[in-house]
């Protein structure tokens, strides 16, 4: 059974979607602060985090940082803020998903199954550790290192790193990326596509030389 931590201080918020997610089978731990919440991610293996921004204690942003130093657990945001800056450097600090207020309980659920479904997928082709040049996965703990150092990836960041493991060789295009990743329909999410390759790149730069290569007018591969 799933277990989702609820950060969300706004308590009819909190207890609909608690109360919603229970109905569907997931287990669920509450918490109405960022330093609540952060106790619980040490006490218990949770699985997925509904992050509210405006927290007490500790805000959302803060936590979301923290939790990215050591985790790749899916983080979706859910806040009142809709402009597109504040979701691109949301989506740019490490969460997986961002939805806004109000938002449809059905949407929740399915957006919810798709971030669980990424974060335990393993390919079918690759039932053994990946191994390339000096990059190192671990496919059971889905550990990433880099001559022998650990870089922490988000859930999109490591679900595209694995598809561009998959066929150093091959361009794919932002089309592919999306669709592949995403599993969803390509719709002008060129920035989206863009940005998580971007981050991907500084990650693995940070350690080693630069291993995405980009293929202008086309898309990307491993080099």
């Known amino acids: 059974m799933k277990k989702i931590l609820i950060m969300?201080?706004?308590?009819?918020?909190?207890?609909?979607?608690?109360?919603?997610?229970?109905?569907?089978?997931?287990?669920?731990?509450?918490?109405?602060?960022?330093?609540?919440?952060?106790?619980?991610?040490?006490?218990h293996t949770i699985d997925l985090v509904l992050l509210d921004l405006m927290l007490p204690g500790m805000h959302g942003e803060e936590f979301l940082q923290e939790q990215r130093q050591y985790s790749s657990i899916p983080v979706m945001v859910i806040s009142a803020k809709t402009?597109?800056?504040?979701?691109?450097?949301?989506?740019?600090?490490?969460?997986?998903?961002?939805?806004?207020?109000?938002?449809?309980?059905?949407?929740?659920?399915?957006?919810?199954?798709?971030?669980?479904?990424?974060?335990?997928?393993?390919?079918?082709?690759?039932?053994?550790?990946?191994?390339?040049k000096n990059i190192y996965v671990d496919l059971d703990t889905r550990e990433v290192k880099i001559n022998g150092l650990s870089i922490h990836l988000t859930g999109r960041e490591y679900e595209i790193l694995l598809l561009l493991l998959g066929n150093p060789q091959k361009v794919y295009s932002r089309a592919n990326i999306y669709e592949s990743v995403w599993k969803e329909p390509y719709f002008n999410s060129d920035k989206t596509v863009n940005m998580h390759i971007s981050n991907l790149r500084s990650k693995l730069h940070e350690v080693d030389s630069n291993y995405i290569k980009t293929v202008w007018g086309i898309g990307f591969k491993f080099d």
């Open 83 to 132: 402009d597109q800056h504040s979701k691109l450097e949301l989506l740019t600090s490490g969460a997986d998903d961002y939805m806004t207020k109000p938002f449809d309980l059905k949407e929740l659920l399915a957006r919810i199954d798709i971030q669980l479904r990424h974060a335990t997928k393993v390919p079918v082709e690759a039932k053994k550790d990946i191994q390339y």
């Open 8 to 43: 969300e201080d706004d308590v009819t918020i909190h207890s609909l979607m608690k109360e919603t997610l229970e109905m569907h089978g997931y287990t669920t731990f509450s918490a109405y602060s960022g330093t609540e919440g952060k106790l619980l991610m040490d006490q």
